[in-house]
C-alpha cells in the first residue's frame, strides 16, 4: 500500500483511493474514511453537542435512556441502542450485550472470564463484559480486523 499525502489550503479534505480490485480489505477502508463524518447527537448538561462516532468508546441503555460513552465524558442521547447499532454499525460499532454497544476501534485488550464470557479492556481503561450470546459476533469482528 502506497500512502501519499499533500496540504491545500484552498480546498476540502479530499481522499481519493484507487485500488487495484475492489475487496473486502478497500470496502473497510473506505467505510472506516466515511465513518469519520458521522456525528450523534448527545446533551450533557442541558447542552447538545454533536459527538463524532470515532470519539465514542460505548454506548449503554439505563433505565430507558441511553447514553454515549467518550474518553472523558457522558452524554444523553435520544436514540435507542438498536437504532445506534443499525446506524453506526458500519463504523465499527457492535453489540456486546442486551444493553451495551463498543466501538472495536477503542479496544485495547480482551480476556476469557472463567464463565464463558470476555472482558473487553477499552484504551481509556475501561471495562466492559461481552456476553456469552455476542462472543462469536466479537470473536468474528477481530478475525476481520486482523
Known amino acids: 500500500m502506497k500512502i501519499a499525502t499533500r496540504q491545500t489550503n484552498d480546498k476540502p479534505l479530499t481522499v481519493i483511493i484507487e485500488y487495484p480490485k475492489l475487496d473486502t480489505r ?6 472506516k474514511i466515511k465513518s469519520l463524518d458521522l456525528k450523534v447527537s448527545g446533551t450533557s448538561n442541558g447542552t447538545v453537542f454533536q459527538i463524532p462516532i470515532s470519539d465514542i468508546c460505548y454506548a449503554e441503555s439505563l433505565e430507558r435512556k441511553t447514553f454515549l460513552y467518550t474518553e472523558k465524558d457522558v452524554y444523553l442521547t435520544d436514540k435507542k441502542l438498536y437504532e445506534l447499532e443499525e446506524l453506526l454499525r458500519e463504523a ?4 456486546i450485550s442486551k444493553s451495551c454497544l463498543m466501538n472495536v476501534d ?10 464463558s464470557q470476555l472482558e473487553a479492556t477499552l484504551q481509556n481503561g475501561e471495562k466492559l463484559i461481552v456476553a456469552r450470546t455476542y462472543l462469536k459476533q466479537i470473536k468474528n469482528r477481530l478475525k476481520e480486523d486482523m
Not at 477503542?106 to 464463565?115: E, G, P
Open 92 to 95: 465499527g460499532i457492535i453489540r
Open 106 to 115: 477503542m479496544l485495547d485488550s480482551v480476556k476469557r472470564l472463567t464463565n
Open 26 to 31: 478497500t470496502q473497510k477502508l473506505i467505510q
